[in-house]
């Protein structure tokens, strides 16, 4: 059995599943996605990590390491999402939080809107948009970003979707001090927190920011 052949692949799934503290019962659907993804990403360059086994650390079990921190919220919007990341993930995980899929680029909306289609994602919708387009001012419980932008950037673009007492959760390598003071007025740094991905060694933590009502 190599590292890459299915057996193998959702052995590493239900392992970092485990260890995230999600139902092994997820995996099925997130091998589905991966499928998917794989698929696509053959015509449409979706991602440059083509290894399965690390797609399944970088792109499943990263997305999945910031669950916890979706707890209590209903309604979640990735903001430049590119492939799902991390909104399909955490949409899978996560059946009652109304997941909104942010993406500007017309190409991967479109395996967006086939990928909802296709897991019967009922819980996630598409907006092929840009974020700072996107006229739902103070809708969400939160936004999500992974490798978008600096922290200011990600609140100008999309700072209004949040609700007062909402929250930004950025997702980062290092911690990032330089963008933390930097934040804008009407935002306050909830915590950093150190996220610990199954399978990865590299640094990465979870920026909280909250909006200020
Ligand atoms: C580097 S990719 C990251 C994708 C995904 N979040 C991930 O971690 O794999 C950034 C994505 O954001 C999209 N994007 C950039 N600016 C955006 C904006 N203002 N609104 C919506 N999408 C945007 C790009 O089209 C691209 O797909």
Request: aromatic share 2%; proline share 6%.
């Amino acid at each position: 059995m190599t590292a890459s052949s299915p057996d193998a692949l959702r052995g590493t799934v239900e392992s970092g599943l485990a260890a995230l503290g999600l139902d092994a019962a997820l995996a099925g659907p997130l091998l589905d996605y991966l499928a998917l993804l794989q698929r696509w990403n053959a015509a449409y360059n979706l991602t440059a990590v083509r290894d399965p086994r690390q797609m399944v650390v970088l792109h499943l079990l990263d997305s999945l390491a910031i669950a916890a921190h979706t707890e209590g919220l209903q309604r979640l919007a990735d903001l430049g999402t590119g492939a799902g990341l991390p909104g399909i993930p955490l949409a899978i995980a996560r059946p009652d939080l109304q997941v909104t899929l942010v993406e500007s680029n017309g190409k991967k909306a479109r395996f967006l809107r086939e990928a909802v289609r296709q897991l019967g994602l009922a819980n996630a919708r598409v907006a092929e948009t840009r974020a700072e387009a996107l006229d739902e001012p103070g809708a969400h419980d939160a936004i999500t970003a992974r490798a978008l932008a600096p922290l200011a950037e990600i609140l100008a673009v999309g700072g209004h979707l949040v609700r007062p007492g909402g929250r930004l959760l950025a997702m980062k390598g290092q911690r990032p001090d330089t963008e933390l003071a930097a934040l804008p007025a009407g935002w306050r740094l909830e915590g950093v927190h150190r996220l610990d991905v199954p399978g990865l060694a590299a640094e990465r933590h979870l920026v909280v920011v909250e909006r200020l009502s």
